[in-house]
């Protein structure tokens, strides 16, 4: 049976599209490669205009478009980077874009394609109720669909990636990429494996938006039940059939990593490669960082860090908790004298562990009968999980009660 998208097709497409998209650094990264023990490059596909490598694949299929076509416009359902990226692009190509986002688009998505001059219409409770309302507009005012991740042109823009990053690091060994819907890893996948059929290509996944993992259980794609996840540009309940078909025969195998090691990967990225990636771009280094990719030991690895429009209300709370993850910050209940001085020496043995207080609530109203001592809620910051045990040891020894209180999860 014949391949859907060739090498040649995404040939074409790098010299179709290269004029308009930005060839991202490839550059190897010292602290990270010293830190896994391999040699670590980072692609930072996460500066391309929008943010994202969405902008090939929709580069690629406006190109494609007839003459007709362009001046009919097309449309899309998306609620994030395939929404910016047809919108810039159409922008700049002269051609109508319209995007149907879910109600709860995030602000700062929608706002950005109201900017890029795209129509912007909000409907549904999901992508999917979105989706139904694009293929209506496609019916009623003769638009385009335009798929993000499953359309042949897509996947074969998205392969693009994957000739940059062979020209780039031509020694590389082992490449860690997201899938979500498939069409990145799909596309690249099959570019890699042309140019060196060698090359370890490994797919990664969150466990709340494992769909690709299940296609492969299935052999087919399947509907997943998707849960709240960092990386909310990888929740796609189902695989798309053309990049399914594609990805099983290029991709050597797929990993799932939990949401404490994204959490930790994008802070992780921000100190040493001073990136802001989002959590779907920050997975493979999260795999790495968990140990789930023990082949790369040793070896010239690529990760494709695909995306950096994480909305920035959640940033904070996203490196707040890698700090948790990491061990750097910390909350724990004590108890401590109610009297005059009896804070401060409190603080001045936390001080003295060598961590820093960063809050401290008191809490009186539900504490015990005893009316000279008080239980308090207090965030410290601390170097590691060894340092915060030896902090909680030297409290106890000091005669201040305290237990560390767990965390809820991300």
Do not use: W
Request: aromatic residues 4%; negative net charge.
């Amino acid at each position: 049976m014949p391949e859907a998208v060739t090498f040649s097709d995404v040939l074409d497409a790098q010299a179709r599209i290269s004029s308009g998209i930005v060839r991202t650094p490839c550059r190897r990264s010292p602290a990270l490669s010293e830190m896994l023990g391999c040699e670590v490059y980072c692609k930072a596909e996460y500066l391309q205009r929008t943010g994202s490598f969405k902008e090939r694949g929709a580069r690629n299929a406006l190109l494609l478009l007839s003459p007709a076509e362009r001046r009919n416009g097309v449309v899309a359902a998306s609620a994030g980077n395939h929404a910016l990226a047809l919108a810039y692009h159409g922008r700049e190509l002269g051609i109508p874009v319209t995007v149907v986002m879910p109600m709860f688009a995030p602000l700062i998505k929608q706002s950005g394609c109201r900017s890029l001059g795209a129509e912007l219409v909000l409907c549904g409770q999901n992508i999917g109720e979105a989706k139904v309302e694009a293929d209506r507009m496609v019916l009623e005012r003769g638009l385009t669909y335009v798929h993000g991740f499953d359309g042949l042109n897509v996947i074969a823009g998205a392969g693009t990636l994957g000739l940059e990053i062979m020209e780039q690091v031509p020694e590389a060994e082992v490449l860690l990429v997201p899938v979500g819907g498939a069409g990145l890893i799909a596309g690249l996948g099959l570019a890699v494996k042309q140019v060196n059929p060698n090359v370890t290509v490994v797919g990664v996944e969150t466990a709340g938006s494992a769909s690709y993992s299940a296609a492969l259980a299935a052999g087919h794609p399947v509907p997943t039940e998707m849960q709240a996840t960092l990386a909310d540009g990888l929740a796609v309940p189902q695989v798309g059939a053309n990049a399914f078909e594609i990805a099983r025969r290029y991709v050597d195998r797929a990993v799932v990593v939990d949401e404490e090691s994204v959490a930790l990967a994008i802070l992780r990225l921000v100190e040493i490669e001073k990136g802001v990636v989002e959590g779907a771009g920050a997975s493979p280094l999260a795999a790495m960082m968990a140990g789930a990719c023990p082949e790369a030991a040793g070896k010239n690895v690529v990760l494709a860090l695909c995306g950096g429009n994480i909305d920035p209300m959640v940033l904070g709370r996203v490196m707040e908790n890698g700090l948790v993850a990491d061990g750097r910050l910390a909350r724990f209940r004590a108890v401590i004298s109610d009297r005059p001085g009896g804070l401060a020496q409190f603080c001045e043995v936390v001080a003295e562990a060598g961590a820093s207080v960063k809050q401290i609530t008191h809490e009186r109203a539900f504490a015990s009968a005893d009316v000279t001592r008080v239980e308090i809620l207090c965030t410290v910051e601390t170097r590691s999980h060894v340092h915060i045990q030896q902090l909680l040891d030297i409290l106890r020894a000091k005669a201040f009660p305290c237990a560390e209180v767990p965390r809820q999860g991300i």
